[in-house]
């Protein structure tokens, strides 16, 4: 399995910005995997923010996060990235960068269900204030 650790977490006032970052600890190529990042307000589902499969870049938002979130692999530093713009007091939750195998959703930039992918971070939160 590959290690993954999220950082950048942190609180912020609405309107705000925050950038997570999740590190690969091992040497494995993710090039074809399925990359995300979900989170999970207290109470509530995990949920999907965005996907991407980094062989071919092809992304997935979240209704709720398109236009203000952008998520990026940066292959070198074996990186996935989330920057977050105009946060919102309902992004409040915990972060998680995931990984899985080739899926035939992530690939065409459709939704790709928790339970496709495999590796998990711990999480970092994310709180944003009124």
């Known amino acids: 399995q590959v290690g993954l650790v999220e950082s950048g977490g942190g609180s912020v006032q609405a309107g705000g910005s925050l950038t997570l970052s999740c590190l690969s600890t091992?040497?494995?190529?993710?090039?074809?995997?399925?990359m995300g990042w979900f989170r999970q307000a207290p109470g509530k589902e995990r949920e999907a923010v965005a996907t991407?499969?980094?062989?071919?870049?092809?992304?997935y938002y979240d209704a709720s996060v398109k236009g203000r979130f952008t998520i990026s692999q940066d292959n070198a530093k074996r990186s996935l990235l989330l920057q977050m713009n105009s946060l919102k007091t309902d992004d409040t939750a915990m972060y998680y960068c995931?990984?899985?195998?080739?899926?035939?959703?992530?690939?065409?930039?459709?939704?790709?269900?928790?339970?496709?992918?495999?590796?998990w971070g711990q999480g970092t939160q994310v709180t944003v204030s009124s």
């Open positions: 995931a990984a899985g195998p080739w899926s035939s959703s992530c690939v065409v930039g459709l939704a790709t269900p928790a339970n496709a992918f495999d590796n």
């Open positions: 091992t040497n494995t190529d993710n090039t074809r995997r399925c």
């Open positions: 991407i499969y980094p062989y071919n870049t092809v992304t």
